[in-house]
């Protein structure tokens, strides 16, 4: 067997290109308090302007959810958003609040961590400096409160978003934006004992599978195949961020015995 050849490195971003929570002596210095207590205290604010309520009812109710949040994400590979996460917490105090201060509240939470900034890894930068132009590189992160979209906001700040390519978040962050196209990628060979790898993409809207019916072969060496679509099969209209969202992808086999051996499959996204 012949030595791998390494054709591109993905990142997780917290406590490997951010310091995780290196934030917070910042925000002591600068009399705020810690990230956990503000978003419990933005709540009983927001509610508090329409009906009385106990920071010790907001306190029980937020720290619930969070572990219900957790629960579902390591038991499940779950990521609610901060959106769902808030709508869980207004659900349990049977609450409302209106929609504008909603989204305000939402933002609140998704952009406190470029409000002060986490720290970088140390040398990181110098690293990921080095390694642009040896290798195609992208970011594969979870997105706890902060989405994809302050993500690279931070990634910017620090002049190193240049460097990626590729980015796959839990939770994006986009909400208007219009989606010119998605591509599905997989990396595949030949599989031993096949007749052949050729095989077609698929994607699956509303538990319905969709063909692209263009047939893809992979050859006897790893190599990545992509299929473009620039508009949902299920709708023939343009995609959605929500339809995106909810979005899942793999491949299906042109004839028996046959559909080649696919190590990966990722959905590459483009956007305006």
Same mark, same amino acid.
Request: hydrophobic residues 40%; charged residues 25%.
């Given at each position: 067997?012949?030595?791998?050849?390494?054709?591109?490195?993905?990142?997780?971003?917290?406590?490997?290109?951010?310091?995780?929570?290196?934030?917070?002596?910042?925000?002591?210095?600068?009399?705020?308090?810690?990230?956990?207590?503000?978003?419990?205290?933005?709540?009983?604010?927001?509610?508090?302007?329409?009906?009385?309520?106990?920071?010790?009812?907001?306190?029980?109710?937020?720290?619930?959810?969070?572990?219900?949040?957790?629960?579902?994400?390591?038991?499940?590979?779950?990521?609610?958003?901060?959106?769902?996460?808030?709508?869980?917490?207004?659900?349990?105090?049977?609450?409302?609040?209106?929609?504008? *201060?909603? !989204?305000? $509240?939402?933002?609140?939470?998704? %952009?406190?961590?470029?409000?002060?900034? +986490?720290?970088?890894?140390?040398? &990181?930068?110098?690293?990921?400096?080095?390694?642009?132009?040896?290798?195609?590189?992208?970011?594969?992160?979870?997105?706890?409160?902060?989405?994809?979209?302050?993500?690279?906001?931070?990634?910017?700040?620090?002049?190193?978003?240049?460097?990626?390519?590729?980015?796959?978040?839990?939770?994006?962050?986009?909400?208007?934006?219009?989606?010119?196209?998605?591509?599905?990628?997989?990396?595949?060979?030949?599989?031993?004992?096949?007749?052949?790898?050729?095989?077609?993409?698929?994607?699956?809207?509303?538990?319905?599978?969709?063909?692209?019916?263009?047939?893809?072969?992979?050859?006897? *060496?790893? !190599?990545? $195949?992509?299929?473009?679509?620039? %508009?949902?099969?299920?709708?023939?209209? +343009?995609?959605?961020?929500?339809? &995106?969202?909810?979005?899942?992808?793999?491949?299906?086999?042109?004839?028996?015995?046959?559909?080649?051996?696919?190590?990966?499959?990722?959905?590459?996204?483009?956007?305006?």
């Amino acid at each position: 067997m012949g030595r791998a050849v390494i054709r591109a490195i993905t990142f997780d971003l917290w406590d490997t290109v951010f310091i995780d929570d290196s934030d917070e002596p910042k925000r002591a210095a600068q009399g705020l308090l810690p990230k956990p207590a503000e978003r419990r205290n933005l709540v009983h604010q927001f509610l508090g302007r329409h009906e009385p309520i106990s920071s010790e009812h907001v306190e029980l109710a937020y720290n619930t959810v969070d572990a219900a949040f957790h629960h579902v994400w390591y038991s499940q590979n779950i990521t609610w958003t901060v959106r769902e996460r808030l709508s869980v917490l207004l659900k349990a105090l049977k609450r409302d609040l209106p929609e504008n *201060e909603f !989204d305000e $509240l939402v933002l609140l939470h998704e %952009e406190m961590e470029l409000e002060v900034r +986490p720290d970088l890894a140390v040398d &990181v930068a110098e690293a990921i400096q080095n390694l642009h132009g040896k290798y195609k590189m992208g970011v594969v992160s979870d997105a706890i409160f902060s989405p994809g979209r302050a993500l690279r906001q931070l990634l910017a700040h620090y002049d190193i978003l240049k460097y990626f390519e590729t980015f796959v978040f839990s939770d994006t962050g986009l909400s208007q934006e219009k989606i010119k196209s998605i591509t599905i990628f997989y990396y595949a060979r030949l599989y031993l004992g096949t007749v052949n790898s050729c095989f077609e993409a698929m994607i699956r809207q509303g538990q319905v599978d969709y063909y692209s019916g263009v047939q893809m072969c992979a050859d006897t *060496e790893w !190599d990545y $195949l992509s299929f473009k679509y620039t %508009e949902n099969p299920a709708t023939g209209l +343009p995609w959605t961020v929500e339809e &995106v969202d909810n979005l899942e992808a793999g491949m299906n086999s042109i004839e028996p015995n046959a559909g080649g051996s696919v190590a990966q499959v990722y959905v590459e996204v483009e956007y305006e």
